[in-house]
């Protein structure tokens, strides 16, 4: 997956007590054909949440991207 994170993380508390960061936001902008990927119903366009260390981004021709694994999404976003 790629994803492009979203700035919005104030109303986000950690899931996990012993986690002592915020989760992170991000939009998905590609997805593999992976099972996990399958699994959770990951799509284009979704809102994701990922923990931050996940986020790790690479440069290609001057633009930046956020590969991630589909196992470190934690949970998909429904937003009305």
């Known amino acids: 997956c790629f994803v492009e994170p979203i700035k919005e ?5 950690s899931l ?3 986690d002592k960061e915020k989760p ?3 939009k998905v902008l590609s997805v593999g054909d992976g099972e996990i990927a399958k699994l959770l119903n990951i799509k284009e366009g979704d ?3 990922v923990r931050k260390w996940a986020l790790d981004e690479i440069e290609i021709d001057g633009e930046k991207f956020h590969p991630i694994l589909a196992n470190e ?8």
């Open 9 to 13: 993380l104030n109303e986000i508390k």
């Open 16 to 18: 996990d007590k012993y």
């Open 24 to 26: 992170s936001k991000a």
């Open 47 to 49: 809102i994701v949440l």
């Open 73 to 80: 999404v934690f949970a998909k976003v429904n937003e009305s």
